[in-house]
């Protein structure tokens, strides 16, 4: 379904990541983990070019959120946008990370960086719903300046089953109260019991991707209880579920 959205707001996450609050002329329904095709109508250098964005709000708004991080020129005009301007988003697509009442068992998000996204669309709609799901989010990011959501993160860190885990890989001071380096095996015994067990959904660039599939498989959860996608190609995962 093709429909027009204005912007009604926008927010600053971090130094290089902002979320556009739209309100399309049509409500949109999508599942937490989906993704739209994003063209800029008011602009005649993107106007033909579309680019995959995921849903970072929850479904059970009128509104629909896009949280972009600035990475290229199709990026960087989305972070141009003011109040008032034009999008035409194409969707909702995709189903590799999809997440709602239907999963029934204990889930874990590993995130790296904006591949948070998809997982506060889940995280959000899980908290509004009352889903019965022990969740627990492991985030990691480069310093803590990269962490997008922390706030909101924090409000619903160890409330109705939910665990938020902090880790940072490049840069932390000395009252950093979280994890530090990247996500591991150690790291994920720590905080998840029994692994099998769970539904892994994971999003972040191609390298952490392998790896946490190469994790989980030594770790002996079954390939059937990943699922996964690469932010760099959203849309594009290499999982089909």
């Keep these: 379904m093709k429909v027009e959205a204005k912007v009604r707001s926008v927010h600053r996450e971090t130094h290089d990541v902002k979320t556009f609050r739209l309100y399309p002329e049509k409500k949109i329904d999508f599942t937490p983990g989906q993704y739209c095709l994003v063209s800029i109508l008011d602009s005649k250098k993107h106007k033909n070019i ?7 709000s929850s479904p059970t708004k009128r509104y629909v959120e896009l949280t972009v991080k600035r990475m290229g020129n199709f990026t960087t005009a989305i972070h141009n946008l003011k ?4 999008l035409l988003l194409d969707g909702p697509r995709g189903n590799s990370l999809n997440f709602d009442e239907t999963v029934k068992e204990d889930v874990v998000f590993i995130a790296g960086g904006s591949g948070i996204t998809p997982f506060m669309s889940s995280l959000r709609y899980a908290v509004e719903n009352d889903l019965k799901n022990n969740i627990t989010l492991l985030f990691s990011n480069r310093t803590k300046k990269d962490i997008i959501f922390e706030e909101e993160l924090e409000t619903i860190n160890n409330k109705n ?11 932390w001071s000395k009252d950093w109260g979280g994890e530090t380096g990247m996500i591991n095996s150690e790291m994920i015994k720590k905080y998840i019991d029994k692994p099998p067990r769970k539904v892994w959904y994971i999003c972040g660039p191609p390298p952490m991707i392998d790896s946490m599939v190469d994790i989980l498989n030594e770790l002996g959860v079954n390939e059937e209880k990943v ?13 089909s579920n």
């Design 161 to 171: 089953g939910f665990n938020v885990v902090n880790t940072l890989s490049d840069d």
């Design 83 to 86: 109040k008032g301007d034009r």
């Design 227 to 239: 699922k996964y996608e690469s932010w760099m190609i959203p849309g594009k995962g290499k999982n």
């Design 50 to 56: 579309s680019k995959p964005f995921t849903y970072s």
